[in-house]
């Protein structure tokens, strides 16, 4: 089972180690559309935006929203499954829920905790942001659940190969309404405990994900809106792996039960007043509970439990006719909680072999406390009108190192002509180190936050009353990175530095086609570079994650009222690596090897592209609407390479073998959506 397959390597290197979003045009404008300074008014806001219907009708979604995130320019997936946007780390990236941060968006095993059919609006930010978003060096994901319909109770049934869904929504009043979802998975209807996935691999446990969403809201008069939302996600899964097992072969740390049990929660109560069409606040507190509890090899484990309390004021106030002032404050007080027993390595994604950086096994647990505090303000000034300057500022500070950065934020837009808009932006940002680089006993409590400075220029042009384009040209500088010390060179016992620098560049350029509601579509292509200079070593390298060349290409045809059909091309330079050129004694362990490493990242795997293709089919079924669903993901069979890894083998001369890694072949879904 690939899943499974996919959650060993996962839980392995968990222990080891200006906007490029669809514009927002209408279609019957035939100019692209001016930055005015606005407000909202207290309406639900119950539907989608056309930037997110046209995100979700990406083909071979599956029913999992994130997956269309990698046909935007500059987003490639990593080869855990998490994002990387523009050459920068995984971990450099933020997923925000509401504008508040939520629990992981993306689940180890596969897909996502997001339901498509209740979100509002799902946005990518990859550099040079305002100062209301802030804790990323990198992209931000901006997720906004909508708000529930006031309309009859109805009820929306989703069954496909992968999940199962419910939901329930309607009006409780005149001025309340609620919706409620649950889904859960389908695979382990379709395997079995004890069953052997391949040589060496039994499933003890049937891997199982759920999640759920809650949303009740009251509207008592034009200018009072409550919200309230609990919204959850867990996955369990495990797999007892064997002397016999590839993994087994590989690295005998691993050989046992292999398992994952992790869990978030999440709780969140707003307050929203309007106190004029462009004068506007928001109160949101919440509460986020994440668990999270990995077992693998001779009982070895880690268990945390991380707590979030978040409190957040923003407000949105007109200073004069051209001027707007948004202003705000956020509290959050993180606990984590973690026990483990483990063979530690000290690693970043820096090294070729983290195996230099092997420690003892050790047991721990501890309690972690850390308090932030932000206050952020940004002015929107409409100069002419053809002319907006935003200016900001935000102040993040937090009292785990007692640091406080304050980051400048800007950006001009300038309308030469109607038809082409000019952005320039800059920015600089922080985040917080890694909570396991900066734990007492196992990690460098003094270590410094990680920061980057942004510089965005965009160029969006309405080519046409169908064709728009846009034109992204950046470059990101990235400083005190955290630097994992070679043993020999650490009598300190510090682990980490935080003295590593970076650079991502590149271009990108997005051509989408509005159509004429028949078919619509998007070229997205970007070119980028990226680098990391070490100073132990006073060597500069590329980055593990640089992919230069991006190509994604999505088309959706409606013939007619009742067929949709849509396909969608990706293809991407391969990332690097460091090629194995031999192997060595693994001194932990008789009879072992380990790999010897070649040039740091001078290798690139081959060329990645995969085509998926979609077709729906709206019906009726038992007199109720229904659609259907038929997609086949990786139609061509590709067999992408993943990555490379040395295997102990008797058999061959050398004592051993280079086998490849190769992603998911092709893949044949059928889903059943039915409303009632």
Not at 124 to 144: C, K, M, N, R, V
Not at 183 to 207: A, C
Not at 320 to 341: A, K, M, N, P
Not at 454 to 472: C, G, I, P, T, V
């Amino acid at each position: 089972m690939i899943t499974l397959s996919l959650l060993a390597a996962s839980i392995a290197a968990a222990v080891g180690s200006a906007s490029p979003n669809l514009p927002s045009v209408s279609k019957e404008s035939n100019q692209v559309e001016r930055m005015e300074v606005t407000g909202r008014r207290n309406q639900a806001q119950s539907e989608p935006t056309e930037q997110t219907e046209r995100l979700l009708s990406v083909a071979g979604l599956m029913g999992d929203p994130m997956e269309a995130i990698y046909t935007l320019p500059g987003v490639v997936q990593s080869p855990f499954g998490q994002p990387v946007v523009r050459g920068t780390s995984p971990d450099d990236t933020t997923f925000l829920l509401d504008s508040q941060r939520t629990g992981s968006l993306v689940n180890v095993i596969y897909g996502s905790a997001l339901n498509p059919e209740l979100l509002r609006d799902f946005t990518l930010h990859p550099a040079a942001y305002s100062a209301e978003y802030g804790w990323a060096t990198g992209g931000i994901f901006a997720a906004e659940l909508r708000d529930p319909r006031q309309q009859k109770p109805a009820a929306i049934l989703d069954l496909n190969m992968l999940r199962t869904s419910l939901l329930v929504e309607g009006a409780l009043s005149d001025n309340q309404s609620f919706y409620a979802g649950y889904r859960r998975s389908t695979m382990q209807y379709f395997i079995k405990n004890n069953e052997e996935l391949d040589q060496g691999e039994t499933i003890t446990r049937v891997p199982i994900l759920d999640d759920y969403q809650l949303r009740y809201q009251w509207r008592p008069g034009t200018q009072h809106k409550w919200t309230f939302t609990a919204l959850g996600a867990s996955e369990k899964a495990g797999l007892n792996l064997s002397e016999a097992s590839e993994a087994g072969r590989t690295n005998p740390e691993f050989i046992g039960d292999l398992f994952l049990n992790t869990s978030w929660h999440s709780q969140q109560l707003s307050y929203e007043f309007f106190a004029a069409p462009r004068q506007h606040w928001i109160i949101r507190a919440a509460n986020l509970t994440e668990n999270e509890h990995f077992g693998y090899g001779d009982e070895q484990f880690i268990r945390s439990k991380t707590q979030r309390e978040q409190l957040s004021l923003h407000w949105h106030q007109p200073l004069s006719t051209t001027i707007q002032l948004v202003t705000g404050v956020e509290l959050e007080r993180l606990e984590l909680d973690y026990q483990f027993d483990a063979i530690l390595y000290y690693c970043t994604d820096h090294q070729a072999d983290c195996d230099d950086n092997r420690g003892g096994r050790e047991r721990d647990q501890d309690r972690l406390s850390i308090q932030s505090k932000t206050a952020f303000i940004n002015a929107e000034w409409q100069l002419h009108p053809s002319l907006q300057w935003v200016l900001g500022s935000r102040l993040e500070t937090q009292n785990y190192t007692n640091q406080s950065s304050l980051q400048p934020r800007t950006s001009i837009h300038w309308f030469p002509v109607p038809q082409l808009e000019l952005i320039a932006s800059a920015g600089r940002h922080q985040r917080l180190a890694d909570l396991e680089k900066i734990l007492p006993r196992i990690g460098n409590p003094e270590l410094d936050t990680p920061m980057a400075n942004h510089y965005n220029l965009a160029a969006k042009l309405q080519l046409s009353h169908d064709w728009r384009l846009r034109l992204d040209l950046y470059q990101q500088t990235m400083y005190r990175l955290a630097r994992a010390i070679p043993v020999e060179q650490d009598p300190q016992q510090l682990r980490y530095l935080s003295d590593m620098r970076g650079e991502s560049k590149g271009i990108e350029l997005l051509l989408e086609a509005l159509g004429d509601g028949r078919w619509s579509g998007w070229l997205a292509a970007s070119y980028s570079q990226s680098n990391r200079y070490d100073p132990n070593t006073e060597q500069q390298s590329r980055y593990r994650m640089e992919t230069p060349l991006v190509l994604s290409a999505v088309i959706n045809y409606r013939p007619g009222n009742n067929w949709q059909y849509a396909a969608v091309l990706t293809g991407r330079s391969g990332m690097l690596y460091s090629p194995i050129i031999g192997a060595k004694p693994n001194p932990h362990y008789d009879g072992y090897l380990l790999p010897v490493y070649g040039e740091f990242n001078s290798k690139r795997l081959p060329y990645y592209h995969r085509l998926d293709v979609e077709a729906k089919r709206s019906a009726s079924l038992f007199s109720y609407p229904a659609e259907f669903t038929f997609a086949i993901r990786n139609v061509l069979n590709q067999n992408n390479v993943s990555g490379y890894y040395l295997l102990h083998d008797q058999q061959e001369p050398d004592g051993y073998r280079i086998n490849k890694d190769v992603d998911l072949g092709i893949f044949p879904y059928v889903g059943m959506k039915l409303w009632f």
